[in-house]
């Protein structure tokens, strides 16, 4: 007896458990025909909790009023595990171009759930070029599923005419795999002729290795990278390798990044595959009765390790040493101009001094100026 009052007692503590099935469709489905636009998205996602045959019916009429929100997120991804994909994808394309971006990235980092991969695959089917043309794979970027590759590995073969497209999926399936990337990128640019085209494959070796992630630089993959960008530089076209200087430096190997001027110029460089460059050092000064210039000209050589807009400043400690045989009575501000790109031959950087000479002439025809050569600088 004592034991049968216990439980007695024990069960009217309890709160009674809410209404399911039948009994909790007429609330639910009157909360869901008050609920504004705001509240929408979560009035029909506790309907169609409460009975799913309910919440189908009422789907194409609630799905016309939700708008963008927390609510209509779950609520979203509840209408994808029913198969109503059609209905959110109709819904996504009422949002603003902001909430739409906001929706779709988000709803990447839900593919642990079998229904969201699901619904990008059929999304992809679905609009077809419009995937592409309305971002919606930049979802996939932290969607960590097999149909998440597929669908990307699609875009790179079906966006290759649409470069910025191409870049951005290249880019998107790139974080999706992270390291796993890797020797997709490696056969990519390998089999690269488009200088612009192997330029974006270069850029998404960062990408893999999370350069600018929040997780931050995966530093295996780094390193992975860069042995990648060293094996296929020699074979790459000289244009695309400006970007490899830069991904290089991203990953944090400013050593590998210098010694891509060798092959970015390589059309340029001496027999051993070193570049030269000129320097052009002027000063034109304000003397007591007039105006003169001198000049210091040098030839500066170095290991294929410097780029042109490197050259400036690693010779300014012996630019700094050069005797001035100006008058004491003039002054004025030296002037370090080197050559925009490697220099071949000798002839090259006779005409490279020619044509600083000649603009001299242009800007201060009337000025006196003295030439001076100097020793080559090696770097």
Known sequence: MLILLTLNLALAGKKPAPPVGPACVAPATQALTDAGPASAGKAWLELVTCDEAAGRAAAPDAWAKIISGPGADAAAVKAMELGLGGTVRTWVD?????????????????????????????????????????????????????????????????????????KAVLETLARNQGKAALPRLEKGLGAESDPELASYWLGAFAD???????????????????????????????????????TLLALRHEADSDAMAAQRYRSLAQPDGSLNYGVYVKKVATCKND????????????????????????VAGTVAQYKWHLPKDCEGAVEVVTSPLPLPTRDAFDAFVAGEDQELRKKLPEVKAKAFGEPAIAL
Request: hydrophobic share 45%; net charge neutral; glycine share 12%.
């Open 208 to 246: 893999a290795a999370g350069v600018g992630s929040v997780g931050g630089l995966d530093v295996a993959a780094a390193e992975a990278a860069v042995g990648s960008i060293r094996t296929l530089a020699p074979k790459l076209p000289e244009l695309a390798l400006e970007t490899a200087r830069t």
């Open 94 to 166: 009422t949002l603003q171009p902001d909430e739409k971006s906001a929706f779709i990235s988000g709803l990447g980092a839900q593919c642990a759930n079998a229904a969201v991969p699901t619904f990008f695959t059929e999304s992809a089917a679905a609009l077809g070029d419009k995937f592409w043309g309305g971002r919606w794979y930049a979802g996939l970027g932290g969607c960590q599923s097999p149909a998440a590759v597929t669908i990307l590995e699609a875009g790179l073969e079906s966006q290759r005419s649409d470069r910025s497209r191409f």
């Open 291 to 314: 105006k003169r210039a001198e000049i210091h000209t040098a030839l500066v050589t170095n290991a294929g390790r410097t780029w042109p807009d490197q050259v400036a400043a690693r």
